[in-house]
């Protein structure tokens, strides 16, 4: 899920509980200030004639409490390590009046309006690149997986404890070319997800599907944060025999989460059935 959106969504969820606000969901909302859902103009708030629109709040008391939970970053003591600081991504629950509560979410409104605009403008030209591409043209789009935590098909009760079990990063994506379309997984037992680990994961598939007539490289690196260590992975382009273009974007749906899906079924199918190997 999206952390922008999941948030939105979750503010707007508690100030309904509230009835400070009729909309139901975000689109509602978006559908309560857009003259279309879909023109950019208006999700960008430059449409003149739906710029001026407003959401209706019914605050009774302004200084009423409410709660609501929000995703966010918190940093937590190692227990089994005294003086470490670990940092974690959780659900936390937070206070604030009710007119905090509407002022933020009205400063949200426009930028989540805008998060919305880029993320449709963008698949819609990942579309149209799709469509579009050449036998000089390569295109890979790649995300991480949730890390696969290994098991055994028979385990003794011991092993359930501790850290017995040990973790594989997948990562998953599609390599597209004119007439090449191929999905793949790349496994490893480092779980480190930064740039030098994207492009180790990324070489085999280069290796294998790029070619002579490639020209140009279409890099999608699709996740929570698209633009983890940027300059890392520029300076690390030139190792790369291609001419490269590569282009970072926050994508919310992607094929490679379908292979993720797919790559956990087969792991979870040769677990039960006691096979050693994933064809």
Request: hydrophobic share 35%; with cysteine; glycine share 4%.
């Amino acid at each position: 899920m999206c952390v922008k959106c999941e948030n939105f969504k979750l503010l707007l969820t508690s100030l309904r509980t509230k009835n400070v606000i009729m909309e139901k969901n975000p689109r509602e909302v978006i559908e309560s200030l857009c003259c279309d859902v879909d023109n950019e103009d208006c999700l960008f708030r430059l449409c003149q004639t739906c710029r001026s629109k407003e959401i209706s709040y019914e605050v009774i008391d302004k200084d009423e409490k409410m709660m609501f939970r929000k995703w966010g970053k918190a940093q937590i003591e190692n227990k089994k390590k005294p003086g470490v600081v670990m940092k974690i991504t959780q659900k936390g629950e937070l206070e604030s009046s009710v007119g905090e509560a509407v002022e933020s979410f009205q400063k949200q409104i426009p930028e989540y309006m805008a998060h919305i605009a880029r993320v449709k403008h963008q698949h819609l030209s990942l579309k149209d690149l799709e469509s579009n591409l050449t036998e000089n043209d390569l295109m890979i789009a790649i995300d991480w997986s949730e890390n696969w935590q290994c098991k055994y098909h028979a385990e003794v009760q011991s092993v359930h404890f501790g850290a017995s079990h040990q973790q594989l990063s997948l990562h998953t994506g599609i390599v597209k070319s004119k007439d090449l379309s191929q999905t793949f997984c790349t496994v490893s037992d480092i779980n480190d997800h930064g740039p030098k680990a994207i492009f180790a994961h990324t070489k085999p598939i280069l290796l294998k599907f790029a070619t002579e007539r490639t020209d140009y490289l279409h890099f999608f690196p699709m996740g929570p944060q698209p633009n983890i260590g940027i300059q890392k992975c520029l300076r690390l382009l030139p190792k790369i025999s291609v001419d490269c273009f590569l282009m970072l974007s926050r994508l919310h749906g992607t094929s490679a989460k379908v292979v993720m899906a797919r790559e956990f079924r087969m792991g979870w199918g040769a677990l039960l059935s006691g096979r050693r190997t994933i064809a």
